[in-house]
């Protein structure tokens, strides 16, 4: 039987080398797994940086959001504001205008609401002016109640004919008005309108006189001036009262050409002529020299518009009758409305309803506007005083003058057309009205 | 680097690196700020010292027109050693509640409103 032999096994050294190789093997798994753990802090870091850019990227994003908003906001405040200024505005235009033009300016004026300055600006207008001749003399005779029914019958039919005509009502001081052409709103024909807007008052004036009549109230007459030129225009006024107007030297150019005109006469300059001569009718012209006005002016009296208006005063003939025998009377010269306290004599010489030549014992200026008291031949005054403009000097006599009544009492119009020589029939206002 | 249009107009004046803005901005989206965002960056990238964006004059910004300006701020906020100044007016409402937002983006920009 074979001896049993000790167990084959490694040698000593190659048990040594498979230690060693071990080590090798730990020591290299260990330098992975340090470079593994590097390698996780260095991704650990790079994504704490990363979701640090992402924080501030989204903290950025969520402040110009916000920002965004806001500025939404801000616009939105602004444009509410915006649309109450508007609304305000409006609402002023409204308030303003409704008085002084027609309903459908105001519409014009609410449509361009940028397209008018309120706040003052220098613009070419034609202003008109009008007023009653003798108004003032007249109130003096009648009943309070009697002088608001002749005024505002006046007035209602002088405002209905200046808005149809698209005029702006600046002012309305007693039986006086002040209109413009070209404010708030500038149209072409500017001048033209103010023109036959004053014919057609003129036309109209006649139709208000007949109620007047029926009632034995007396006529009214009217004088018209008419100017072209700059004027600053806009609200006039404090902040609790404050009114569309204008001023400037035309404004009160246009009261002086006014202060020329006798009743149912329209006067207008030379720079309103230049704008109409071409559809215009003129009666006559003349050349004042009013205060306050460098060189003398001309002015031209219109009785007729042709083109789209087409208007025409009726002709006035009116001819003067020579007085089988001059009247006495005594007469003072107006300044302004204020009468002069020296009393002159003089002759009335020859007389029509509304006109007369007179012979004065001082001579006066044309347009010069007179109170006058008539003498009976008995030397016994007439009662109440008449007023007359000076409308023309005789060129061959220094102290002759054509008048014009602005206003003549009842008792003076009987004595007047007794002395013409008509018989004189006193009205029945009982059977009249 | 001028941007002219009827309605808006943006002036870059290298001497005194300044950006005006004036008009109404009223584009839509980024798309159409892209040439204004354009002239503004370029004017930070020269490391001016002082940039000054004048929106003195500008009457209306629309919010992609803040973003835009918004934009702009995140990117000047890299040029540190340049100082941005912004001008608005009181005369717009919008500028005064609007154009402080910047400084949270920007706290170092500077806001002058007159």
Known sequence: MPAAQPPRGPSCQALLAEVQALRQRVAALEQEKHDLEVMLDMATDHADDLSESLQQERDDLETMLEMTTDHADALEADLQSQAETLAQRSQFIRETFDRYVSE??????????????????????????????????????????????????????????????????????????????????????????????????????????????????????????????????????????????????AVNLTGRIESYTTGGQILISSTTYTETAAVLTVSHQMTVAPKGVAAPITLYAVSGIGGAHHLYLPTQTETLVLLPQALDMRYTVLEGKFAGSTMYGGRVIKLATKTAELHLDQPVAAFSNLKLHLLRPTGEVVPGELFAKVVDTLPEDTFGVVVHFTSIPEAARTFLDTMRGYEYHVINRAEQV | MDIIHDDYQVHYDAATATVLCQGSFRLRGTEEYAPILQVLTAAVETHPATLTLDLRTLQFLNSSGINTLAKFVLHARQYTATQVVMKGSHQFPWQEKSLKNFQRLLPRLQLEIE
């Open chain 1, 104 to 249: 459908d300016v105001v519409a014009q004026l609410l449509d361009v609401p940028e397209g008018i300055e309120l706040g003052g600006e220098l613009r070419k207008l034609t202003l008109l002016m009008s007023d009653l001749r003798g108004f003032t003399a007249l109130t003096e005779c009648l009943a309070p109640q009697e002088v608001m029914t002749v005024l505002n019958r006046y007035l209602e039919a002088m405002v209905d004919v200046i808005l149809a005509y698209r005029g702006t009502i600046i002012e309305i001081l007693g039986d006086g008005l002040l209109v413009l052409f070209g404010a708030p709103l500038t149209r072409d024909d500017d001048a033209e309108r103010a023109v036959a807007c004053a014919l057609a008052m003129q036309l109209r004036l006649d139709a208000t006189n007949t109620p007047n009549r029926q009632a034995g109230l007396p006529d009214v007459d009217m004088g018209i001036g008419i100017h072209t030129g700059e004027v600053v225009v806009g609200n006039i006024g404090s902040q609790q009262r404050t009114k569309y107007g204008v001023v400037g030297s």
